[in-house]
């Protein structure tokens, strides 16, 4: 059987590992070892924080609404809940634009759930 030599593989391999370490810094570019090490931690990271991410910006948009809802008179969960029971469906991230770029619809959120909660504890 014949020898099979895997020259153009291993190049082409080895230039995709160099092609995404462009600018990495140093040795870590030019070097396929450092590179090739480089790029899987790299990848691990984007992994990683492609998750991460969605948590972060849900945190970002609770911390929104709790500061709009505080200076309406209502902590984070009490508009939440308010909300919920007079049967409103919004997403954090809707109520955080809201709280946001239109301060006024927001004020009528907050006065929804604020009545929907007066409802709840005067019944």
């Known amino acids: 059987m014949p020898r099979v030599r895997s020259q153009v593989a291993s190049h082409r391999r080895k ?5 995404q370490a462009k600018g990495y810094w ?4 030019r070097l396929y070892r450092t590179a ?3 790029v899987m931690r790299a990848g691990q990271y984007a992994y990683r924080d492609r998750r991460r991410r969605k948590r972060d910006f849900r945190r970002l948009w609770i911390i929104r609404v709790n500061a709009a809802a505080r200076l ?6 009490s508009l939440i809940n308010g909300l919920k029971r007079a ?6 991230k809707m109520l955080a634009d809201l709280a946001v770029r239109d301060p006024q619809a927001f004020d ?3 006065e ?4 929907a ?7």
């Open 72 to 77: 309406r008179g209502l902590t984070y969960a």
């Open 112 to 115: 929804i759930a604020k009545g």
């Open 15 to 19: 230039r995709r590992t160099l092609r």
């Open 117 to 123: 909660l007066d409802r709840e504890q005067h019944a």
């Open 108 to 110: 009528q959120l907050a």
């Open 87 to 92: 049967e409103v469906t919004m997403d954090r």
């Open 36 to 38: 090739k090490e480089s």
């Open 26 to 29: 140093g040795g870590k570019h």
